[in-house]
């Protein structure tokens, strides 16, 4: 079980950022590890008495760490989302599992399915002349298929 460092976080983000079409792996548990990072630092500030040194550093790093890690799935949201377009628009599957935290792979198949509906239940309704079933759409999301 590999623990993350503040630095890897960083530099994940620049990773991410010098590949503007391009997920990197990601460890299935990566945000669980995160979260449990921010426990320690959290738990860090706790113990430091207010006016310290060290509060007010581990405060300003808690901060960033927050800071880049907002960028960091935003950055990896719009990825997401691109790839996604990317195969409802043809009918592919590009995206592995492998690149994918467990969260993001729950993203993934809800907007995946979610624009899939939306083609065939709307876009594809409108542009043959036919009515468009809003409900047929809705249960398409709604349903686990």
Same mark, same amino acid.
């Given at each position: 079980?590999?623990?993350? &460092?503040?630095?890897? +976080?960083?530099?994940?983000?620049? #990773? ?5 079409? $391009? ?7 990566? *945000? ?5 990072? /921010?426990?320690? *630092?959290?738990?860090? +500030? ?8 060290? *509060? ?5 790093? !808690?901060?960033? !760490? ?6 960091? $799935?935003?950055? #990896?949201? #719009? ?5 996604? /377009? !990317? ?11 492998? *690149?994918?935290?467990?969260?993001? &792979?729950?993203?993934?198949? +809800? ?11 709307? +876009? ?20 686990? &298929?």
């Amino acid at each position: 079980m590999m623990n993350y &460092k503040f630095s890897d +976080i960083v530099d994940f983000l620049q #990773r991410e950022k010098e590949r503007p079409k $391009m997920l990197q792996k990601m460890q299935k548990d990566f *945000y669980i590890k995160i979260a449990n990072m /921010l426990k320690i *630092y959290k738990a860090q +500030i706790d113990a430091y008495k207010t006016d310290s040194e060290e *509060y007010k550093e581990t405060l300003n790093a !808690l901060n960033k !760490l927050k800071d880049d890690l907002n960028k960091l $799935m935003n950055i #990896r949201i #719009r990825k997401i989302i691109d790839i996604v /377009l !990317l195969e409802v628009d043809n009918g592919l599957t590009i995206l592995s599992d492998d *690149y994918l935290s467990d969260e993001e &792979k729950a993203l993934y198949n +809800i907007i995946k399915k979610t624009l899939k509906s939306y083609k065939e239940n709307v +876009i594809n309704k409108l542009v043959n002349g036919e009515e468009i079933d809003k409900y047929k759409y809705y249960a398409d999301i709604i349903e686990n &298929k």
